[in-house]
């Protein structure tokens, strides 16, 4: 079956470390991959973008990885601060679907912490 | 801008009861979602207008129907609401379906069915 799924539902980190969140998926052929965060109460807002032939993007302290080889995306936030504190989604755009699905697909999100 | 803006905020329904979430986006979207966000589920989507005048069902359609009243507004409708629709609602709107351009998000619509 298909799947996306990020490994980790917390992750509680200090201040001043670089925070690793993981989301993999089977069974499918991403032609894009997203991360966004989420702030309680709140929508989801978008972070970054990644295509299915690029292998790293940045924007700031933030780091996005692609692998479609093993199948799984690294989300990193370098210097991480307590504002960073958020559940984080990942979400995939599948290139081969062909059933009326719409658009992205979402995990089911990590939540972050970052302690000072 | 104010972006995608969904009403109500908040509402308490008694099961068989009847609503709509309306939705409304002013950044010229082609594209707008329904999805429901549960504990432990995840974002799941309910429907999708790919362009006015077009709608689809998406992951979870039963129990819902919509209406794609123009290129801003897209509602959402319970006609009978049950206890497995109590969730939080956020619609959402894109330039281009499956195009890998950013979705923007309502601030959600919390729904109680009693």
């Known amino acids: 079956s298909q799947k996306i799924e990020q490994n980790s539902e917390a992750l509680n980190i200090q201040e001043g470390k670089t925070a690793t969140l993981t989301c993999n998926y089977t069974n499918y052929s991403p032609a894009y991959l997203q991360w966004y965060r989420q702030d309680p109460g709140r929508g989801p807002v978008f972070l970054l973008l990644i295509r299915e032939n690029e292998k790293e993007k940045r924007k700031e302290r933030l780091k996005v990885t692609f692998d479609t080889t093993l199948k799984q995306s690294l989300f990193h936030i370098t210097a991480s601060q307590p504002a960073d504190s958020a559940t984080y989604l990942c979400?995939?755009?599948?290139?081969?679907?062909?059933?009326?699905?719409?658009?992205?697909?979402f995990g089911k999100g990590t939540k972050l912490s970052v302690k000072p | 801008n104010a972006g995608v803006t969904q009403t109500p905020k908040f509402q308490v329904l008694k099961t068989g009861q009847s609503m709509t979430l309306q939705c409304a986006q002013d950044m010229n979207h082609n594209s707008m979602y329904w999805y429901r966000q549960d504990p432990g589920m995840g974002l799941r989507l309910i429907y999708y207008?790919?362009?006015?005048?077009?709608?689809d069902k998406g992951e979870v359609p039963n129990g819902y129907n919509v209406s794609r009243l123009n290129k801003r507004e897209f509602s959402l409708r319970l006609e009978s609401a049950a206890p497995s629709q109590t969730s939080v609602y956020f619609c959402a709107s894109s330039v281009k379906l499956r195009s890998g351009n950013t979705i923007y998000f309502g601030e959600g619509s919390w729904l109680t069915v009693v």
């Open positions: 207008s790919a362009s006015e005048g077009t709608t």
């Open positions: 979400a995939l755009i599948p290139s081969n679907y062909g059933g009326s699905q719409g658009n992205l697909i």
